[in-house]
């Protein structure tokens, strides 16, 4: 098994602990759209704690990637909720999954097709 696919693997089993019915195909390709930062620990995972990378997350993923043009009030307001529900003692919030979080918040699947 490769890295990679061992990297999916983790996430498609972490994943169902947050979401009963998920598109794995989506999470797989959301994953391999991430490219090399998910085998570093730091980028890998999304820190709720930090303003600054939550900030990166709107611009670069929502903004740039997703292409929305709702008004920064209502991005944050939904990375907050992927963060609540991905849960606060969760250490282990997965980029790859807050994105596809993110993603199927948006209705966006299509720019993964």
């Known amino acids: 098994m490769s890295k990679l696919d061992e990297k999916i693997a983790l996430y ?3 994943i169902q602990e947050i979401v009963s019915d998920y598109n794995a195909d989506l999470l797989e390709k959301i994953t391999r759209g991430l490219g090399p930062s998910i085998y570093n620990k730091d980028a890998e995972s999304i820190a709720c704690s ?17 292409g929305l043009e709702e008004d920064d009030a209502t ?17 282990n919030k997965y980029r790859a999954i807050f994105y596809y979080l993110l993603t199927v918040k948006f209705s966006k699947e299509s720019i993964y097709a």
């Open 75 to 91: 991005l944050d307001a939904a990375i907050k909720e992927v963060c609540e529900q991905m849960g606060s003692s969760n250490r």
């Open 12 to 14: 498609n089993t972490k």
């Open 50 to 66: 930090d303003p600054s990378e939550l900030d990166r997350v709107r611009t670069n993923f929502l903004q740039k990637k997703l």
